[in-house]
């Protein structure tokens, strides 16, 4: 029942003496609804995870990739799914941020992925069957960040090869997505690199949308800056352009989300993520 509850917790020591602590809990008069209301994404770290909470041969567990013949396969991804469904029960949509698919190149040297630990270990979470209530992630990031795989390989950011690189790439991910029915909750969120001389945030992320846009225009790219100029808010240089035609999902940092710019991105079509920062 709601209300303010009082109590008293008295502690002992063994080497004599103890403490009183009094306790006043205040039980407001609301319920939470029985279902999620409130979508609410956690991003998670599986490798950073794995190294605070499991050690082999008395070090860190940090593979350099997750494999199932790993000896301690079985147990990663029982810490895994453990911290996954710990999210979940708080009710926040948890999904891995640096799981990728095996990358080879074929006997023509075309790119091929391999699936299955991928699958092995995110399936059920985009099921639902990982859970008691069967409810499904929410949202799930195609595998792709601004490091894996490295821009340096392919000619670095902005250059034709490292493009044609993920157009190929993330085809087949879009494909593979397809298949599992998993594609109606994917985004893509790729960190655009630090602002060149030559090339503002907005003209970097221009260039990645086009590129997205070649491989699949089903992706749904996320933005993270601003989607109104910023120069009436005090922003002398402020680098704004109007890319809206590449963006799906807007996400810019609290501190530069204006809610009249946000509904209005709404209005036309495009969803937005509140991104809590400072």
């Not at 609804?33 to 609410?40: D, I, K, N, R």
């Not at 298949?179 to 630090?194: A, G, S, T, Y």
């Not at 997205?212 to 992706?219: C, E, F, H, P």
Request: charged fraction near 25%.
């Amino acid at each position: 029942e709601p209300g303010i509850y009082r109590s008293k917790v008295d502690a002992s020591y063994r080497a004599g003496g103890g403490d009183s602590v009094e306790l006043t809990l205040t039980v407001q008069p609301f319920s939470l609804p029985l279902t999620q209301h409130l979508p609410v994404i956690a991003g998670m770290d599986g490798g950073r995870v794995l190294r605070q909470h499991l050690e082999v041969g008395g070090r860190p567990y940090a593979p350099k990739r997750l494999a199932a013949d790993d000896p301690a396969f079985a147990e990663a991804v029982a810490i895994l799914d453990k911290t996954i469904r710990l999210l979940h029960e708080h009710r926040c949509s948890a999904m891995l941020t640096d799981l990728q698919p095996l990358r080879k190149l074929d006997s023509a040297g075309r790119l091929e992925l391999d699936w299955t630990d991928y699958d092995r270990l995110v399936a059920a979470v985009l099921d639902g069957t990982a859970f008691e209530n069967r409810i499904p992630a929410l949202a799930w990031p195609m595998p792709v960040d601004d490091d894996d795989p490295d821009p340096e390989l392919y000619g670095g950011w902005g250059s034709k090869p490292y493009g044609d690189m993920l157009v190929e790439y993330l085809r087949q991910c879009v494909e593979h997505f397809r298949e599992r029915d998993w594609l109606d909750r994917h985004f893509v969120w790729i960190p655009l690199p630090d602002a060149r001389p030559t090339a503002s945030p907005y003209s970097q992320f221009a260039w990645l949308g086009s590129v997205l846009q070649r491989a699949d225009t089903r992706l749904s790219p996320v933005c993270d800056l601003a989607p109104q100029a910023m120069k009436g808010f005090g922003c002398v240089n402020d680098p704004y352009q109007d890319i809206r035609q590449w963006v799906s999902i807007w996400a810019p940092p609290a501190r530069l989300a204006d809610t009249d710019a946000l509904a209005a991105e709404r209005a036309a079509g495009r969803r937005t993520w509140l991104h809590p920062d400072r």
